[in-house]
């Protein structure tokens, strides 16, 4: 598929719909951070409408920049899910303390989701050992029904990193944790031609270590060069 542009332009990825977060409209003019990604049906569009309410963004915006600084900080979910071991995983208590980095996305997912996790695999690459070993990067499935612990624990050393949290579990927790900062998922649905579509956002959540406030975000342009030059601050808790 090819790029998407920013709301706005006169054309935008196919099989895209409506975006999934309610945001400040500064925000999405601006870094275009709401864009969904699905796995499209015979015509290449999905199914779903994202009709959920979610969390409002505020933040200041610099167009050079891919991240937005929020001034309304996240509180970390309150997800409690299984990882690629099949053990529970308390997100909070787990990302204590840590600098981390939340995605939602599904392993069947054509581009974006794992463009994303090889972006920051890269960038986290570039880090001193100390530094890699302090972020966590955690990927949480919208599509639990085919994405098991087993299916995440192959997936995502091959699309990202071998130590990256992969989570799933019971798809309404999912949704409701998703929502809680600001990232709107829709059910997985069967399209014309039997190919399942997942509708979520495609932002980036960055956590900070001091505050374990969610406080940056990333839309699905942010690349390689963008969180190789941000990790370091964030993985302090500053602003990038």
């Known amino acids: ?6 709301p706005g332009a006169d054309t935008a990825r196919p099989g895209r719909r409506t975006p999934l977060i309610v945001a400040a409209v500064a925000i ?3 870094l275009g951070i709401t864009a969904a990604v699905s796995l499209g049906g015979d015509d290449g569009k999905p199914s779903g409408t994202g009709s959920s309410s979610v969390a409002e963004v505020s933040g200041g915006t610099d167009p050079t920049k891919a991240a937005t600084v929020l001034d309304r900080p996240f509180t ?7 990882d690629t071991k099949g ?21 069947h997912c054509p581009d974006v989701c794992p463009m994303t996790m090889s972006n920051i695999a890269i960038a986290k690459k570039q880090l001193p050992k100390a530094d890699q070993d302090k972020l966590q990067v955690v990927f949480v499935t919208t599509d639990p029904e085919r994405d098991t612990s087993a299916e ?4 995502l050393p091959a699309a990202g990193d071998s130590s990256f949290t992969g989570l799933t579990g019971d798809f309404s927790a999912i949704q409701a944790g998703a929502r809680q900062i600001g990232i709107g ?20 959540i960055a956590f900070s270590p001091t505050t374990d406030q969610g406080y940056v975000l990333y839309g699905e342009d942010a690349t390689v060069d963008d969180y190789a030059k941000d990790l370091p601050k964030l993985i302090k808790g500053e602003n990038p």
Do not use: C, N
């Open 1 to 6: 598929m090819s790029a998407e542009k920013t």
């Open 28 to 30: 999405v003019a601006a």
């Open 76 to 82: 970390k979910p309150a997800l409690v899910l299984t």
């Open 87 to 107: 053990e529970k995983y308390d997100l909070r208590e787990r990302t204590k303390g840590k600098p981390t980095l939340i995605y939602f996305g599904y392993t």
């Open 152 to 155: 995440l624990a192959k997936w």
């Open 185 to 204: 998922i829709d059910p997985p649905k069967k399209g014309k031609g039997g190919s399942v579509v997942s509708m979520h956002g495609a932002q980036v």
